[in-house]
């Protein structure tokens, strides 16, 4: 892990989730790669970590990929703020179901959306700088190198 203020799609990110199966177990931080591969995805197929990068909460429960994950798989990622079309992940927030490091990190991600050939931020924050917490879901997947 590396931390980065230009995250897309492929990138680690750290993130918060149970260390191991069952309802005691205690969280920790993993790096995971963002964008969802499924586990059933080919071990000789190339990861596309941009076909699935955002769940929407809407749609979730209808797409097999989400849906399945979402009793035992689910992790969290803290952020400072986010800029709805462009820049997303300002300064990661390590203090999560009190896991605290002592690093500050900065990462960020772009979301584009167009309205005609206009675009137009808009940085969503905490005033008093808490950090913001997102839910994710997420999968193992092996390529054919392991």
């Known amino acids: 892990y590396r931390p980065s ?3 897309s799609p492929g990138a680690c990110l750290p993130v918060v989730r149970k260390a191991a199966v069952g309802e005691e177990a205690a969280p920790a931080i993993h790096c995971m ?8 995805t080919k071990k000789t197929d190339k990861p596309d970590h941009y076909k699935m990068f955002n769940a929407r909460s809407e749609s979730i429960k209808e797409k097999t990929s989400f849906r399945r994950l979402l009793p035992t798989n689910r992790c969290l ?3 400072e ?4 079309v462009r820049t997303i992940f300002l300064h990661l927030i390590y203090q999560i179901l009190l896991v605290i490091v002592s690093q500050n990190l900065e990462r960020r991600f772009y979301e584009w959306k167009k ?9 969503i924050h905490f005033e008093d700088q808490r950090p913001l917490v997102f839910a994710a879901l997420y999968d193992s997947w092996s ?3 392991g």
């Open 5 to 7: 203020y230009n995250v």
């Open 33 to 40: 790669k963002w964008g969802l591969v499924p586990s059933f």
């Open 77 to 79: 990622v803290a952020v």
């Open 81 to 84: 703020g986010y800029d709805k």
């Open 115 to 123: 309205d005609g050939s206009k675009k137009q931020p808009y940085y």
């Open 143 to 145: 390529n054919s190198e």
